[in-house]
């Protein structure tokens, strides 16, 4: 795949590459044998640090291209791009340069000085908008960002995001927000990739999937 080819339909293709690709800067980290520990005081077996594909020139093209072919695929009346802050506002940028289109952000909240804007960037009413996001675990940031987009009048189609645990909290929320998620990897993929490289033991997969299906139930630690 080309950095511009964004008129690319291999999806599957997309995703096996990326997954490759975030794994191999180390970008997520699988560790079921030394859980990590989430903010929330969840036990983790894996960490998501999406900033480090801007600091990877290789896998970043790669995953802006593939940002780029969903938008113009997925959501071909786009007329505008919206990052979440901080994380997709740089992906937003690129992507929505390698598109032609504008973008902009919407901050965690409004600004205590000058217009005091939530919404950075030009936004009309009546905009068709896709929300860019790094990360999707349980969803709730990314709806406050749709929420906010729909308060101001826009169109939101939808979602595109790098990754997502696809945890049930997270795709009930979206259900009910009616608000669809393309995402270019997810956590089954990044698992069974990571075990076919070597990276964790087959047996720690279906351990993994346990944590994935209910995060705070800590008995997959104990398997």
């Not at 990326?18 to 005081?41: D, H």
């Amino acid at each position: 795949m080309t950095a511009y080819d964004i008129n690319a339909n291999n999806t599957e293709d997309i995703r096996a590459e990326v997954t490759k690709g975030i794994l191999e800067i180390g970008a997520v980290l699988l560790r079921p044998q030394q859980p990590f520990t989430w903010a929330s005081g969840i036990k983790s077996p894996i960490y998501c640090d999406n900033r480090l594909i801007l600091s990877a020139p290789r896998v970043r093209t790669l995953v802006e291209s593939a940002i780029a072919q969903t938008v113009k695929r997925e959501y071909p009346q786009a007329q505008t791009l919206m990052g979440t802050s901080t994380a997709g506002i740089a992906h937003a940028a690129i992507a929505a340069h390698m598109l032609g289109l504008p973008m902009g952000y919407v901050r965690a909240s409004n600004k205590d000085h000058g217009r005091q804007n939530r919404i950075e960037g030009r936004l009309e009413k009546g905009d068709k908008v896709v929300v860019i996001e790094d990360l999707i675990s349980t969803g709730g940031s990314v709806l406050e960002v749709v929420e906010a987009l729909r308060e101001a009048g826009a169109e939101v189609l939808g979602i595109v995001s790098i990754f997502t645990y696809g945890m049930q909290k997270g795709k009930q929320r979206l259900k009910e927000a009616n608000v669809r998620n393309i995402s270019l990897t997810d956590f089954d993929t990044t698992v069974n990739t990571a075990a076919q490289q070597g990276l964790i033991s087959p047996e720690s997969v279906q351990r993994l999937f346990r944590f994935r299906d209910n995060p705070s139930d800590e008995s997959w630690i104990k398997e």
